[in-house]
């Protein structure tokens, strides 16, 4: 009981530690974040985040996961009680155009890690682990969908890659040009090309019949 408190605590801990982060790195740029600024905001000792973080690596790594994590965990959220393909599919589509996925307020900090991925091996790897687990996430999802059993595994993966992108365009372009960009019609269009396209494939596969 004294050993699931105290990770309990532990874990509090670092999200604690990790949500100062995240604001300090928004207000002042990834880099230019000091664990000192950071354990401030926290309210902590800096001597608490060594503790809890080997060192600086680590907390940008552990602090990528936790953004993004919470961003797939939402999404699971949305769908998880659906069990309509149809409306599930469509609610995926919606949750990734919408602002619970598109958190313009984290923009800054979503190029900061994207430019130190270049520099930090660890970071990089960190990052494609992510887009790994969303691109398996989709293709999963599309697996489930109506009218997609037409499509090759490999086909849905590029789809998921595409996904990917589109959402991640979206976020870029709503960013630097909100007042042109409308997220809901970009989820809609998107949504009826991939319906079009599976419709394609299963002409296809009944022609070859």
Same mark, same amino acid.
Request: glycine share 4%; proline share 2%.
């Given at each position: 009981?004294?050993?699931?408190?105290?990770?309990?605590?532990?874990?509090? *801990? %670092?999200?604690?530690?990790?949500?100062? $982060?995240?604001?300090?790195?928004?207000?002042?740029? /990834? @880099?230019?974040? !000091? =664990?000192?600024?950071?354990?401030?905001?926290?309210?902590?000792?800096?001597?608490?985040?060594?503790?809890?973080?080997?060192?600086?690596?680590?907390?940008?790594?552990?602090?990528?996961?936790?953004?993004?994590?919470?961003?797939?965990?939402?999404?699971?959220?949305?769908?998880?009680?659906?069990?309509?393909?149809? *409306? %599930?599919?469509?609610?995926?589509?919606? $949750?990734?155009?919408?602002?619970?996925?598109?958190? /313009? @307020?984290?923009? !800054? =900090?979503?190029?900061?890690?994207?430019?130190?991925?270049?520099?930090?091996?660890?970071?990089?790897?960190?990052?494609?682990?992510?887009?790994?687990?969303?691109?398996?996430?989709?293709?999963?999802?599309?697996?489930?969908?109506?009218?997609?059993?037409?499509?090759?595994?490999?086909?849905?993966?590029?789809?998921?890659?595409?996904?990917?992108?589109?959402?991640?365009?979206?976020?870029?372009?709503?960013?630097?040009?909100? @007042?042109?960009? !409308?997220?809901?019609?970009?989820?809609?269009?998107?949504?009826?090309?991939?319906?079009?396209?599976?419709?394609?494939?299963?002409?296809?596969?009944?022609?070859?019949?």
């Amino acid at each position: 009981m004294a050993k699931r408190g105290r990770k309990s605590i532990a874990k509090e *801990r %670092r999200a604690q530690i990790l949500d100062a $982060f995240r604001t300090c790195a928004v207000r002042s740029g /990834l @880099e230019k974040a !000091s =664990l000192r600024e950071v354990a401030e905001e926290a309210g902590l000792p800096v001597s608490n985040l060594h503790h809890f973080f080997k060192n600086r690596e680590e907390m940008v790594s552990e602090l990528e996961k936790w953004i993004i994590g919470g961003v797939i965990e939402d999404l699971a959220d949305e769908f998880r009680d659906e069990e309509d393909p149809h *409306r %599930r599919f469509r609610k995926i589509i919606e $949750f990734l155009f919408s602002p619970r996925a598109q958190k /313009l @307020e984290d923009g !800054s =900090l979503y190029y900061d890690l994207w430019s130190l991925a270049h520099r930090s091996k660890t970071l990089r790897r960190t990052l494609r682990d992510q887009i790994r687990e969303e691109r398996e996430l989709f293709v999963e999802e599309l697996l489930r969908a109506d009218g997609f059993s037409a499509i090759s595994k490999p086909e849905m993966k590029e789809i998921a890659n595409i996904m990917i992108a589109l959402v991640e365009g979206t976020f870029y372009v709503l960013d630097m040009d909100g @007042e042109n960009v !409308s997220p809901k019609r970009m989820a809609r269009i998107t949504r009826r090309f991939l319906q079009l396209y599976a419709e394609e494939k299963m002409r296809e596969r009944t022609a070859e019949e």
